[in-house]
């Protein structure tokens, strides 16, 4: 900020310290992170184990990553395996913080794509909002400022509900701040900043209240309002030492050594500025170590004490090797010849004074001399880092080809896995089919058998209707096989009028037992398609069928038949009880079983619709329903109308 020559880098260190709210358990050991690993993989293999791997993941990723990576990788997999959806997008999120702070951006962005829509499709707006801030963070941490400020308006309108997302929006407008500030709007940034104290404090969020503090701090410094920034840098030193977070009281004495900077009291910032590196030294935070360097560095070069602002320069050289960039590297340069040229400048005059011109000429060629031994150094140590860099660099590309020849291995194994389940379902499904049928062929020959008891007769009535529940669940879920196994649908011309009057013909004895009152409408000049008209047939069936399941006495199931935008459409509307939002999303889900019940009793499989889904996108067609709880439902199927 101001004069500072690295300002760039301090904003970098308050994103990355910001990325860290809500992780204070940073200070665990990691015994403790094996700890609470062991205890989570002794919990069965259900959404309760998800749920504890997700609630300890962010204070763990801090302290262990590796681990905590470990533990939510497998949290994955047991939400994707038993259908746990919320977990499943939740685990992906977790992922992406994981690469975030590692340094994996695009690792990281395309997990948060992925928690994104699976987010988006369960109607989760909390989690959703959750996601454009972790989009923004990464953009943030590349110094895409306007990339991130997109998100971040996209959340703006977020109405808070628990207390979890009321400090999550107050985040989002501190992660505002940042980019305001990045973008040199410091005013706006200040304001912005000075908002969120006051959230942060009736939240009672004392981390994130001292982190707030040490952001109005470091604006305060680019308005050039120092006292103002020791107020608030104070106050932020104060939380930081109860709360126990050295890297925090780091960032708060390293900004307050530069707001006295800005004072003119170099002693008070210099002191200030090495208890700083002191207390970053002794928690392992190395961002902090080096703004402290780059601060004392600027502070003494101000002093006139250039032998000390070189050391710091070259402690800062030795810390960080991003000093490789060009940038840096010319600050660093512009630096270092700034304090020779005036050493040699104060020696050349002390000659001036006591010898003649020659000896001024003299001095002259030593600075010189000096100065091209100072780049040449400077050249090395650049050569050094680039070499440092590019060794970095192949082994992290050797880790990576390893990690994605693992990954290769057990997708093979995972493939292999699938294909023999398949096998054996479908060989347990057809070894159930053919005892379901004796046992309906002999409970038909007892009912003929004379003299049967009437109890008897009523306990194979009984026996009859699950027996037969059971046939309708293996026909199903044959059906769903073969539909997955079939490589293409035949096609051919169908009168679809004709093919829709035909369903609905047969499907109205069911209707009438129920006394409800099933019509159809379609256009008169209804085109023939190219289509398969077993399938459509029994999407037809399958729809009208579920429409009659949920409907009262009384009401009426209406099927409609549209020529629109090139396509087929048909639509079965009831007056039934209506789907929630939350529950559409799970319609078409094999098994699902929502909240609403047959109104007569009826059996339901929860797998009529999935089937549907099935067979239409056998025909590149879709599939969609429109409903409202206590206004009914509309199920349609839009098909291509070639």
């Known amino acids: 900020m101001g004069n500072w020559w690295l300002s760039n880098w301090k904003l970098c260190r308050l994103l990355m310290g910001f990325l860290m709210l809500g992780f204070s358990a940073a200070s665990a050991q990691s015994h403790a992170a094996d700890s609470v690993s062991a205890a989570i993989d002794a919990m069965p293999e259900d959404s309760n184990k998800v749920l504890a791997a997700l609630k300890e993941f962010r204070p763990m990723v801090v302290s262990d990553g590796e681990a905590a990576m470990k533990m939510i990788s497998k949290a994955l997999e047991i939400a994707e395996r038993i259908h746990f959806a919320r977990g499943e997008s939740e685990a992906y999120r977790m992922q992406g913080i994981y690469y975030m702070i590692n340094g994996a951006s695009e690792l990281a962005l395309e997990r948060y794509q992925r928690a994104f829509e699976m987010f988006k499709a369960q109607g989760n707006e909390s989690s959703i909002v959750r996601c454009n801030?972790?989009?923004?963070?990464?953009?943030?941490?590349?110094?895409?400022?306007?990339?991130?400020?997109?998100?971040?308006?996209?959340?703006?309108?977020?109405?808070?509900?628990?207390?979890?997302?009321?400090?999550?929006?107050?985040?989002?407008?501190?992660?505002?701040?940042?980019?305001?500030?990045?973008?040199?709007?410091?005013?706006?940034?200040?304001?912005?900043?000075?908002?969120?104290?006051?959230?942060?404090?009736?939240?009672?969020?004392?981390?994130?209240?001292?982190?707030?503090?040490?952001?109005?701090?470091?604006?305060?410094?680019?308005?050039?309002?120092?006292?103002?920034?020791?107020?608030?840098?104070?106050?932020a030193e104060l939380l930081k030492r109860k709360l126990e977070d050295d890297r925090g009281l780091t960032n708060s004495l390293v900004l307050l050594a530069a707001a006295y900077q800005k004072l003119g009291n170099a002693d008070s910032a210099i002191a200030i500025g090495l208890r700083g590196i002191e207390v970053g030294r002794r928690s392992g935070a190395p961002e902090p170590v080096l703004d402290g360097h780059k601060t004392l560095a600027a502070v003494y070069a101000e002093d006139g004490q250039y032998q000390n602002a070189y050391i710091q320069i070259m402690q800062f050289v030795a810390l960080d090797d991003s000093l490789n960039k060009a940038a840096n590297v010319a600050k660093l340069m512009g630096l270092q010849a700034a304090y020779g040229l005036k050493n040699k400048n104060y020696e050349i005059n002390q000659l001036q004074q006591a010898n003649a011109l020659d000896q001024a000429n003299l001095g002259w060629q030593r600075l010189l001399i000096f100065s091209m031994a100072g780049g040449i150094l400077l050249v090395l140590v650049v050569l050094i880092l680039i070499y440092r860099s590019s060794v970095a660099r192949a082994r992290l590309n050797a880790a990576i080809s390893a990690k994605n020849q693992e990954l290769s291995n057990a997708n093979e194994a995972l493939q292999r896995s699938i294909v023999e389940r398949e096998a054996l379902v479908h060989m347990i499904i057809h070894d159930l089919k053919t005892p379901l049928n004796h046992t309906e062929a002999l409970i038909e020959a007892?009912?003929?058998?004379?003299?049967?008891?009437?109890?008897?007769?009523?306990?194979?009535?009984?026996?009859?209707?699950?027996?037969?529940?059971?046939?309708?669940?293996?026909?199903?879920?044959?059906?769903?096989?073969?539909?997955?196994?079939?490589?293409?649908?035949?096609?051919?011309?169908?009168?679809?009028?004709?093919?829709?009057?035909?369903?609905?013909?047969?499907?109205?004895?069911?209707?009438?037992?129920?006394?409800?009152?099933?019509?159809?409408?379609?256009?008169?000049?209804?085109?023939?398609?190219?289509?398969?008209?077993?399938?459509?047939?029994?999407?037809?069936?399958?729809?009208?069928?579920?429409?009659?399941?949920?409907?009262?006495?009384?009401?009426?199931?209406?099927?409609?038949?549209?020529?629109?935008?090139?396509?087929?459409?048909?639509?079965?509307?009831?007056?039934?009880?209506?789907?929630?939002?939350?529950?559409?999303?799970?319609?078409?889900?094999?098994?699902?079983?929502?909240?609403?019940?047959?109104?007569?009793?009826?059996?339901?499989?929860?797998?009529?619709?999935?089937?549907?889904?099935?067979?239409?996108?056998?025909?590149?067609?879709?599939?969609?329903?429109?409903?409202?709880?206590?206004?009914?439902?509309?199920?349609?199927?839009?098909?291509?109308?070639?």
């Open 133 to 235: 801030n972790n989009f923004a963070t990464v953009f943030m941490e590349m110094e895409q400022w306007d990339s991130a400020m997109i998100y971040l308006k996209a959340a703006e309108d977020f109405e808070p509900i628990t207390y979890e997302d009321s400090v999550m929006l107050s985040t989002i407008r501190h992660n505002t701040g940042i980019c305001q500030d990045a973008l040199g709007n410091h005013q706006a940034a200040f304001d912005i900043f000075s908002a969120n104290l006051k959230n942060f404090q009736k939240l009672h969020a004392e981390y994130e209240e001292s982190f707030t503090q040490n952001s109005i701090g470091e604006v305060a410094i680019a308005l050039n309002k120092p006292e103002l920034a020791i107020a608030h840098l104070r106050s």
């Open 446 to 642: 007892m009912r003929d058998v004379d003299g049967m008891p009437s109890l008897g007769l009523k306990m194979m009535e009984k026996v009859a209707i699950t027996n037969r529940r059971g046939i309708e669940l293996i026909a199903d879920l044959l059906s769903l096989y073969e539909i997955d196994s079939r490589a293409l649908a035949p096609q051919g011309v169908t009168n679809c009028a004709t093919l829709i009057a035909n369903v609905v013909t047969s499907m109205e004895a069911q209707a009438t037992q129920k006394g409800i009152r099933l019509v159809w409408n379609a256009p008169a000049d209804f085109p023939q398609v190219q289509t398969n008209a077993s399938m459509v047939t029994r999407i037809l069936e399958n729809l009208i069928s579920n429409a009659l399941k949920f409907s009262n006495r009384g009401t009426t199931v209406q099927v409609l038949a549209e020529v629109k935008n090139g396509q087929i459409v048909f639509a079965v509307e009831d007056q039934g009880p209506g789907i929630s939002v939350a529950e559409q999303a799970l319609l078409f889900e094999k098994f699902s079983k929502l909240s609403a019940r047959p109104t007569a009793g009826e059996h339901s499989n929860g797998l009529g619709l999935a089937i549907v889904k099935k067979l239409v996108e056998q025909l590149h067609g879709t599939v969609g329903v429109a409903s409202e709880l206590g206004k009914g439902a509309r199920f349609w199927v839009a098909l291509p109308a070639r």
